[in-house]
Each structure stands twice: as C-alpha cells, then as structure tokens.
C-alpha cells in the first residue's frame, strides 16, 4: 500500500514569533555576549552557532602599543550582528553616559545596555545609581535596555522612567547557578510592558529554557557560553533551548497534580 | 630621557600616557598611530569629535586625547 501521506498543518512558528525593542524587530530571542572566549575567531563562531542577532559589546581604550592586534569587529561583524553596548566597568551615571556617547560615535547607534554595578562579590546592580544613570540616558536619546536585580517595585520604576527593556539578572554574573527567583521574573513579566530578557547567571542549556518558560522575552548569556568545554555547541544548544521555553510557554503548560492520571485508559482491559 | 621633539611636534596625554606626536591634527594622529578611523571613537579633552571633522580638529600641546574601540564584552 502506498497511501498518500497525511498532510499536517504546520504553523510555521519561525516567521510568526518575533520581539521588538526599540522599535526593533528581532527574530532570535537570544542574545550573546562577546566576553571570555579564547579568541575572537571562536566568539565569531560561537555567535554563528547561536543564532543570536544581537551582541552585547564593550568599549575600552586601544591599545596603541600594537594597533595590528585582532578586532572584535573583524571577526563579529557589526553588519551581521546588532552590537549592544555595554557600561561595564562604570560605577556612576556621568561614567555611563561618557561611554555610551563614545560606543554611539564608534557603532552609531543608540540601543545600548545599561549596567551600573556594585563594587561587591556578587556584582549586583546598584538600583540607585542605575535609575539615576538611566534617566541621564534617556534625556540623551539612549534607547537603553537596563541590566537590574529580580525586584518588582525597582523594575517598574525603571519602566516608568523610560527602559526599552527590563533585564533581570537570573543569579550573580558569571555564576552558572540559573534562575534563582522564578516568582520575581514572573512577576515583573506580569506587570512589563516592555520586553523583558534575564541577564547573567545561566548555566546551561535549561536555565534559559526555564527563564523563556516564564514568559521572557529573550534571554541573555556570555559566560554559558563561552566558558563551556565546546562552546559552539553549547551556543547551538541554548539556541534551542530558549526556542523550547518560548514554544512552551506559547503552547501553554498543563495544570500540575499531585497524584498520576494514567496516560492509557482503563477501559477495555483483557 | 625624552625622545628630542621635532620641529612640529606635540605633547599629549594619549589614552592616559604623555606621547609625542608629530600629527598636527587628529585625522593624522590617527594615521600616526596606524588606527582604522571607522573603528575607533576618539574625545578631546572630554569632548567626542566625529569621525568627519578628524581633519579639522587642530591639536594642541597638553591635549587629552582617548581612543577607545569596541572588544568583548558581556
């Protein structure tokens, strides 16, 4: 017998799902970081394998001692991929705005990744300094996607002061521990009218599926990645893992239960 | 010792280190320093310059001149 096969609707989900920051629309709701890796040619492929549109970037002084050494921008290509600048390394709002206008003048653009860190261990943001840091922003026509801790009230604050994007750290920077407060995240996608990306401390594979699970917008990751023994593979399999936790989360979970519901039925036993 | 000046040449602080320079402005420093201009973003004296106006912005000794690019980051 050689019956047609049946022909199954498939939504072409790809196409559909999309977000947008800024009045930007981006098809991968993945973004990488550029830090860490070996080299540059690796972070290149790395990024490849991800899937990733955007790339969060640094901006430091050259080094005039040898101006041949390689450049990020030769390898992770600014026409292939959104640069998002960061202020890592700044402790203060002038700092902030000082960097980005140099990041706006080198890249040309105004998204950007806010982060006014705590001079601690753990690194969390310094929510005073970076509300204030972000107004400073705004008033300059950043549009700023702001890196912040898992706090509801400080989250909505920094919508109502402009964010583009709320992006709330899972755990420490760096740390792999995953999400640490899936109530918070949920609660401040709740309440979000802005896209909403945890940023720092996944791990693997699972954490950003879990962040996406919650109704993330994107989910953002760098040490995941590049501190993994392969990381091309691992950036693969973040790719889709946060591709699982958005289908999930579109599909709708079912209602946990305490006790089993057996998945064959009962009836016509032998 | 200090590198005996040119004729021309200038005293910067350069991405916070004192340099002579024989550039006279900084579409010249730049290529001094063999730097691609598309790649960097450069300030004086706390003030960007766009790339465009590089040729116009005429040094002058004490300057402080930061070159900055973009590298990996998270």
Same mark, same amino acid.
């Given at each position: 017998?050689?019956?047609?096969?049946?022909?199954? *609707?498939?939504?072409?989900?790809?196409?559909?799902?999309?977000?947008?920051?800024?009045?930007?629309?981006?098809?991968?709701?993945?973004?990488?970081?550029?830090?860490?890796?070996?080299?540059?040619?690796?972070?290149?492929?790395?990024?490849?394998?991800?899937?990733?549109?955007?790339?969060?970037?640094?901006?430091?002084?050259?080094?005039?001692?040898?101006?041949?050494?390689?450049?990020?921008?030769?390898?992770?290509?600014?026409?292939?991929?959104?640069?998002?600048?960061?202020?890592?390394? !700044?402790?203060?709002?002038?700092?902030?705005?000082?960097?980005?206008?140099?990041?706006?003048?080198?890249?040309?653009?105004?998204?950007?990744?806010?982060?006014?860190?705590?001079?601690?261990?753990?690194?969390?943001?310094?929510?005073?300094?970076?509300?204030?840091?972000?107004?400073?922003?705004?008033?300059?026509?950043?549009?700023?996607?702001?890196?912040?801790?898992?706090?509801?009230?400080? !989250?909505?604050?920094?919508?109502?002061?402009?964010?583009?994007?709320?992006?709330?750290?899972?755990?420490?920077?760096?740390?792999?521990?995953?999400?640490?407060?899936?109530?918070?995240?949920?609660?401040?996608?709740?309440?979000?009218?802005?896209?909403?990306?945890?940023?720092?401390?996944?791990?693997?594979?699972?954490?950003?599926?879990?962040?996406?699970?919650?109704?993330?917008?994107?989910?953002?990751?760098?040490?995941?990645?590049?501190?993994?023994?392969?990381?091309?593979?691992?950036?693969?399999?973040?790719?889709?893992?946060?591709?699982?936790?958005?289908?999930?989360?579109?599909?709708?979970?079912?209602?946990?239960?305490?006790?089993?519901?057996?998945?064959?039925?009962?009836?016509?036993?032998? | 010792?200090?590198?005996?000046?040119?004729?021309?040449?200038?005293?910067?602080?350069?991405?916070?280190?004192?340099?002579?320079?024989?550039?006279?402005?900084?579409?010249?420093?730049?290529?001094?320093?063999?730097?691609?201009?598309?790649?960097?973003?450069? *300030?004086?004296?706390?003030?960007?310059?766009?790339?465009?106006?590089?040729?116009?912005?005429?040094?002058?000794?004490?300057?402080?001149?930061?070159?900055?690019?973009?590298?990996?980051?998270?």
């Amino acid at each position: 017998m050689n019956a047609q096969a049946p022909v199954f *609707e498939t939504p072409n989900a790809d196409a559909a799902d999309s977000w947008t920051v800024a009045g930007r629309r981006f098809t991968s709701r993945l973004i990488i970081g550029t830090g860490k890796y070996k080299d540059y040619a690796l972070n290149a492929a790395a990024a490849e394998a991800s899937g990733a549109q955007i790339v969060t970037v640094a901006l430091r002084r050259v080094n005039l001692s040898d101006p041949s050494q390689p450049m990020l921008v030769d390898f992770v290509r600014p026409d292939r991929f959104t640069y998002l600048p960061n202020t890592a390394g !700044c402790f203060t709002g002038e700092e902030a705005v000082r960097t980005l206008r140099l990041a706006r003048e080198a890249g040309g653009w105004d998204l950007v990744k806010l982060e006014v860190l705590s001079n601690t261990p753990h690194l969390y943001p310094d929510m005073e300094e970076t509300l204030r840091a972000l107004k400073l922003l705004v008033s300059e026509g950043f549009s700023v996607m702001v890196y912040c801790t898992d706090d509801p009230v400080y !989250c909505l604050k920094l919508e109502e002061a402009g964010a583009a994007a709320i992006m709330p750290a899972a755990a420490p920077i760096g740390s792999g521990l995953g999400l640490q407060n899936r109530v918070n995240v949920r609660l401040i996608v709740e309440q979000a009218k802005v896209p909403v990306l945890v940023d720092a401390g996944v791990g693997t594979a699972s954490d950003a599926t879990v962040a996406m699970e919650l109704g993330c917008d994107a989910v953002l990751t760098n040490t995941a990645i590049a501190g993994a023994r392969d990381p091309v593979r691992m950036a693969r399999a973040m790719k889709h893992a946060v591709i699982a936790g958005r289908e999930a989360y579109l599909a709708g979970r079912m209602a946990r239960r305490l006790y089993a519901d057996p998945s064959s039925p009962l009836g016509g036993l032998i | 010792m200090i590198p005996s000046p040119r004729s021309s040449s200038l005293q910067l602080t350069l991405n916070g280190e004192p340099r002579a320079v024989a550039a006279a402005d900084l579409a010249a420093l730049v290529a001094e320093l063999g730097l691609e201009p598309r790649k960097v973003a450069i *300030e004086r004296n706390l003030e960007i310059v766009p790339r465009s106006l590089y040729s116009q912005t005429v040094l002058a000794d004490g300057d402080r001149i930061e070159i900055v690019h973009f590298i990996g980051g998270g």
